[in-house]
């Protein structure tokens, strides 16, 4: 798959506010509210799209990509890394694409912050994601547990570094 990535707009947000995942993963559906909307206008998202121009998924980073749990596990003192957070259009999880999708905003969070190792927080029952983030070579740091729509979650915090950092993780 070929992504496409723009700044979010106002009909994108709207659209992604709207998407329903099923159970497991109703965790990450949102409210469909303005607060949504505005969350995901706030600066640190972006649209992904396929090549016919079709909204595949979205990609944030900074305070947007954090969960509050990792705060408390030391997730984010590093700061030769950069938060990333992602989600996919739910009626094309599972067909294979993941990894290319996660490759593509790997690429977009490089572009944008050269130098930087790339961080993510990810649901542990979220097997699926955690293993295309491996693939993708992002490696476990820490697991965590936060409270999220009232509930508690158990977190795998993960980092990628690019080749040519000697950096470690």
Known sequence: MEIQIQ??????????????YPAPYDFYSMAADEEDILELMNGDYAAASDSAGNLVGFYCTGNSA????????????????????LGMN???TGQGAGLDFVKAGMAYVSD??????????VA???QRAAKVYSRAG???????SSMVGGRNVLFIGMVYRFPDDARTT
């Open 138 to 144: 992002f490696r476990e740091t820490c697991e965590f």
């Open 112 to 121: 944008k912050f050269p130098g930087k190792g790339i961080r993510l927080a």
């Open 66 to 85: 954090r969960v509050a749990g990792g705060y408390g596990a030391g997730l984010y003192e590093d700061d030769t890394c950069v938060d990333y957070g």
């Open 124 to 126: 542990k029952f979220n």
């Open 90 to 92: 739910p009626e094309l």
């Open 7 to 20: 700044p979010m707009t106002r009909e994108a947000a709207a659209r992604i506010s709207t998407w329903r």
